[in-house]
């Protein structure tokens, strides 16, 4: 799994080879907001979106961290012809490697696609765009960081043509992160945490799932908890996942 979305979970140990990670979920789940707390948390970054940011997400009202936000550079290509073009475009245009690429919005690229190929061909570009300037940061004897990490976020409903594009995206993002509401919480289960949280369950081919909550205050800030033991997932939670990614029971 990334190590930068480990970070932003709280989780620790190493990471010698970071897979790429594709966060999923619901509308309002806290996509962004975990890309950008993952961000935020490390070295240099990427950070793109269809559309400018009306505020950072996770993050409490009015907060400010200059020095943060110095290591995040924001670019905003609107459709995929130029999200193609400027992933072809960063060798030149960057000032320095970055040691890690974020895509927030990978539905708004891929809606309106007539198959897979346009997934394939974007989720490839986003791989040898990383590989790349992880050659670039193992080149640099100064460097800090091992290799430049690649997580991209996507809206998943059940009922959206974008999510027919999942089965080829996971064949180049082998980590996933499920973003999910939290059913034992909305039953009123107190021990279990509050209303309005939602489940972050990370899977990777090799290793053992792994569960958070994520809850939001009213100021709008992230919060990262430890899912207690004894609250097991809800199985229709899961049941609707798997059917979302067409998996085989």
């Known amino acids: 799994m990334s190590a930068a979305l480990q970070r932003a979970l709280g989780a620790a140990g190493p990471d010698p080879a970071p897979a790429p990670a594709l966060v999923l979920g619901p509308a309002r789940s806290g996509r962004s907001a975990l890309l950008f707390r993952a961000a935020r948390g490390g070295p240099r970054a990427l950070f793109l979106a269809p559309r400018a940011l009306q505020r950072l997400p996770g993050a409490r009202r009015g907060e400010s961290d200059p020095r943060g936000l110095q290591r995040i550079q924001f670019l905003y290509p609107p459709s995929l012809r130029e999200l193609r073009q400027l992933l072809a475009s960063l060798h030149q245009s960057l000032p320095g490697p970055p040691a890690l690429i974020l895509l927030d919005g990978l539905e708004h ?84 945490g509050g209303d309005g949280l939602f489940r972050a369950r990370l899977s990777q081919p090799g290793a053992p799932d792994r569960e958070w909550r994520l809850g939001f205050s009213l100021d709008g800030e992230m919060k990262v908890y430890p899912v207690p033991r004894g609250c097991a997932e809800d199985p229709g939670a899961a049941s609707d996942r798997d059917r979302a990614t067409g998996a085989e029971k």
């Open 109 to 192: 690229y891929l809606a309106g696609c007539p198959g897979p190929q346009a997934a394939a061909q974007l989720s490839a570009l986003l791989v040898d765009t990383a590989s790349y300037f992880t050659g670039r940061l193992r080149a640099d004897p100064q460097g800090s960081a091992p290799c430049c990490q690649l997580i991209a976020s996507m809206q998943v409903s059940g009922e959206t043509e974008v999510e027919d594009h999942l089965s080829i995206l996971q064949r180049y993002f082998p980590a996933q992160c499920w973003l999910c509401p939290d059913s034992a919480a909305a039953l009123g289960q107190e021990d279990c």
